[in-house]
């Protein structure tokens, strides 16, 4: 058997584990026989979803395949904490999928409004929770990589770090943020501590999760306007399904990547390369 793509009993710890793409990056993992750490904020919406994965894996990795952990990503002190229990029960950290993020409301510009009614304090929560978000996970996590001098992270960017989004101020100023720092930790990370430490980002397009379905659909379904202009603007004419990020986070989690760090891996059915 091709072992290449495995990912079979590495720890794979995954912050925004109980979010839309959160959730299906769980159920991938544990799938694939890795031990599976969903860190989130709802630990009883992590805990349910440990105990399904769980039971659909039956005696996999000794029974032992998931545990589900309350964490802020911005308390350092809590991240710690989390740290500290998978060590001690696991002993390693293979993969840090660092899928905590999202946006808020006055961070956004609304169409009657300008760059001079930005809410400054909504901009730093929305930096805290995505910028800050993914670097405290990694500067503890990643702790755990330089002891074993190896590991890979994975963080979750977006197509608005690519391109400014419409409206949307902070939360793509956050997400460039994170690719820019992807790149950094790519070379601090792998010249001082091993070439088999591993930094890399992807880039989901449009999906339709919790947090953007107000935007993207109508109460009766159909879509807005603004959702109607992103499908034109997509080759492939639709939104993403949640499971079409995975195949990229198994290449990256697995030795089949063992060459590749610093990158950006695009996931838009084509919005990025579009134009008229």
């Known amino acids: 058997m091709n072992e290449l793509f ?52 039956g005696g996999r990795n000794g029974g032992d ?7 802020d990503v911005t308390d350092t002190e809590n991240v710690k904490a989390s740290y500290n229990a998978v060590m001690e029960r696991y002993g390693r950290v293979d993969v840090l999928i660092n899928g905590a993020g999202g946006n808020v409301a006055g961070a956004t510009i609304a169409p009657d409004k300008t760059i001079f009614d930005l809410d400054q304090a909504a901009m730093r929560a929305v930096v805290d929770l995505n910028f800050f978000g993914t670097l405290i996970p990694t500067m503890i996590y990643a702790r755990a990589m330089a002891e074993q001098k190896e590991g890979s992270i994975i963080n979750v960017a977006s197509e608005s770090a690519l391109r400014p989004l419409t409206r949307v101020a902070g939360y ?50 159909s879509l807005t306007p603004r959702a109607e202009t992103i499908i034109a603007h997509t080759p492939f004419g639709r939104f ?10 198994q ?4 030795d089949a990547s063992k060459f590749v760090s610093g990158t950006l891996t695009v996931i838009d059915g084509g919005f990025d390369a579009f134009s008229i």
């Open 6 to 57: 495995s990912v079979a009993g590495k720890v794979v710890v995954i912050t925004g584990g109980t979010g839309v793409l959160g959730i299906g990056m769980v159920r991938h993992f544990a799938t694939e026989g890795a031990r599976v750490v969903v860190l989130g904020r709802n630990v009883e919406k992590a805990q349910a979803l440990v105990d399904e994965v769980t039971a659909a894996g």
């Open 65 to 71: 395949n998931a545990m589900a952990l309350h964490c």
């Open 172 to 221: 793509g100023a956050a997400k460039a943020a994170v690719v820019n720092l992807t790149k950094y930790l790519c070379g601090e990370l792998a010249t001082k501590f091993g070439p088999r430490l591993r930094v890399n980002a992807i880039a989901p397009g449009f999906f339709l999760t919790e947090q953007n379905r107000t935007l993207l659909t109508n109460p009766d379904g």
């Open 240 to 249: 993403g399904e949640p499971e079409e990020i995975l195949g990229t986070l």
């Open 251 to 254: 290449w990256l989690a697995s």
